[in-house]
């Protein structure tokens, strides 16, 4: 059952900062309350006390609170009036819809001098014939029942015919008394038909006969007692919110149980589908496996020339980097986005000191530049210790004035001779019919002081 607790208590007294000990008014409506202790011994100043929908079934442990004026605890389960004597100053007593059957228990609030208002619509008693005579007849202080005025004459009456009415009520206590009997005892019985039931269905599913199939069964009970809630939660669901049940304290507190225990099951089968069942990252014998549960593209470049690999990892490019994590191995390397994993066996080692990790300011990827930690490649240098050689060959040559020249085999491959084309083009008469007037008329230039005669 669910108790008062010092925790409710200091978190229901923020408006006065936490402290219990001077606390003159709390709420604790709608808890689940199911048993009213320590509140005398830790708010003794208390004036104002809210309780009401909860599940208590007995007023106890408030009768300390000498200050208390305002008792609110509607909406319970309690069956009569009690413990409530050492609350000299209490005005108003609520206790609408209850389950208060025996009525002559109000008796105890005659030393409740102060008491001005109460409150008990909703409980059987109100059926009671002469209900309102016998409360304005025993509780002579009282000046409002049930949000009505107990006026002059009305007390008249109710204190004339006060004898009468209070044989008719101890009359249909006693009726009411054997029937809470009888229901106390049906509630008993369909609590051990539910049981019961419920034993039969899990052992019809699981085929449990004897303690040895018990034990050959017990390695799968979780997973067979999951799939035989989903099968049979809608069939009990039927069964108990359609099977006819009287409104008692038993009833409501059943319903409450039941409902808890459901919560409970669904809340079970969310976390049974959220979770996962773990993946493997690193085999028995040590070995390291590529995983990408994001499911992000990636390139792994190896970068001979810095001796390093790089990774670029194309995460999502307005991705905040705090939900990136990144972990460097020797051997491989890991990256959580939004908790999912990515994991790379990388082709040799690599040092972990000398390693990045950097976001592209563009694109946004993960880019992590990781050192070689063996087989260092000199690729650089090669390359420039042939560019000096060249050079310095260029240089001597130079010098000397020859030529280098690109020795080719003729016999494989064949060339046009750039001379003999030159020849024929230099040649007089070779050359195309447009040039011959220009040869003539140099030649008439060239002999211009010779006496043209017509006859020769």
């Known amino acids: 059952?669910?108790?008062?607790?010092?925790?409710?208590?200091?978190?229901?007294?923020?408006?006065?900062?936490?402290?219990?000990?001077?606390?003159?008014?709390?709420?604790?409506?709608?808890?689940?309350?199911?048993?009213?202790?320590?509140?005398?011994?830790?708010?003794?100043?208390?004036?104002?006390?809210?309780?009401?929908?909860?599940?208590?079934?007995?007023?106890?442990?408030?009768?300390?609170?000498?200050?208390?004026?305002?008792?609110?605890?509607?909406?319970?389960?309690?069956?009569?009036?009690?413990?409530?004597?050492?609350?000299?100053?209490?005005?108003?007593?609520?206790?609408?819809?209850?389950?208060?059957?025996?009525?002559?228990?109000?008796e105890v609030l005659k030393y409740n001098i102060h008491l001005k208002e109460l409150f008990l619509v909703g409980n059987p008693c109100t059926d009671f014939e002469g209900y309102r005579q016998f409360v304005v007849a025993t509780?002579?202080?009282?000046?409002?029942?049930?949000?009505?005025?107990?006026?002059?004459?009305?007390?008249?009456?109710?204190?004339?015919?006060?004898?009468?009415?209070?044989?008719?009520?101890?009359?249909?206590?006693?009726?009411y008394l054997l029937k809470r009997a009888r229901e106390k005892e049906d509630a008993q019985r369909r609590m051990q038909e539910r049981k019961e039931r419920k034993e039969n269905q899990m052992q019809s599913k699981f085929g449990i006969d004897s303690p040895g199939s018990l034990c050959d069964n017990e390695n799968h009970q979780t997973e067979r007692e999951q799939q035989t809630w989903e099968e049979n939660d809608d069939e009990e669901d039927r069964r108990f919110w359609e099977e006819p049940t009287p409104y008692t304290p038993e009833s409501r507190l059943e319903a409450h149980r039941y409902i808890e225990e459901r919560r409970a099951k669904d809340s079970k089968r969310e976390s049974k589908k959220k979770e996962k069942p773990l993946r493997t990252l690193i085999t028995a014998d040590g070995k390291a496996l590529n995983v990408n549960e994001p499911k992000l593209h990636f390139t792994l470049e190896d970068d001979e020339e810095n001796n390093q690999f790089i990774l670029d990892l194309a995460v999502y490019r307005h991705l905040d980097t705090s939900l990136l994590d990144v972990d460097v191995q020797p051997t491989y390397v890991?990256?959580?986005?939004?908790?999912?994993?990515?994991?790379?066996?990388?082709?040799?080692?690599?040092?972990?000191?000398?390693?990045?990790?950097?976001?592209?300011?563009?694109?946004?990827?993960?880019?992590?530049?990781?050192?070689?930690?063996?087989?260092?490649?000199?690729?650089?240098?090669?390359?420039?210790?042939?560019?000096?050689?060249?050079?310095?060959?260029?240089?001597?040559?130079?010098?000397?004035?020859?030529?280098?020249?690109?020795?080719?085999?003729?016999?494989?491959?064949?060339?046009?001779?750039?001379?003999?084309?030159?020849?024929?083009?230099?040649?007089?008469?070779?050359?195309?019919?447009?040039?011959?007037?220009?040869?003539?008329?140099?030649?008439?230039?060239?002999?211009?002081?010779?006496?043209?005669?017509?006859d020769v």
């Open 1 to 106: 059952f669910l108790s008062v607790t010092e925790d409710l208590v200091r978190r229901r007294a923020e408006h006065n900062n936490c402290e219990i000990f001077s606390l003159e008014e709390i709420s604790l409506h709608q808890q689940e309350i199911e048993k009213l202790e320590y509140l005398d011994k830790w708010c003794r100043d208390l004036k104002i006390l809210y309780l009401q929908n909860n599940l208590i079934p007995k007023i106890e442990n408030v009768g300390r609170l000498k200050k208390l004026e305002y008792l609110n605890i509607a909406l319970n389960n309690i069956e009569r009036i009690e413990n409530l004597e050492g609350c000299e100053e209490l005005k108003k007593l609520d206790l609408t819809a209850n389950f208060i059957g025996e009525l002559s228990s109000i």
């Open 139 to 175: 509780l002579h202080q009282l000046e409002c029942l049930d949000s009505k005025e107990i006026e002059r004459s009305e007390r008249t009456r109710a204190l004339q015919d006060y004898p009468e009415v209070k044989k008719k009520i101890r009359e249909q206590e006693k009726a």
């Open 334 to 454: 890991r990256v959580w986005v939004k908790g999912k994993l990515f994991q790379l066996v990388l082709p040799e080692e690599v040092k972990l000191d000398s390693s990045s990790a950097k976001r592209s300011q563009t694109t946004g990827h993960l880019v992590i530049s990781m050192p070689k930690a063996n087989g260092i490649i000199l690729a650089r240098q090669k390359v420039s210790t042939s560019i000096k050689t060249s050079d310095s060959t260029a240089q001597k040559n130079t010098r000397s004035g020859q030529v280098e020249k690109l020795e080719v085999d003729p016999s494989r491959y064949s060339f046009p001779d750039v001379t003999k084309i030159i020849q024929e083009k230099e040649q007089i008469g070779q050359g195309p019919i447009s040039f011959q007037p220009r040869k003539i008329t140099e030649n008439k230039k060239s002999y211009v002081d010779v006496e043209n005669d017509e």
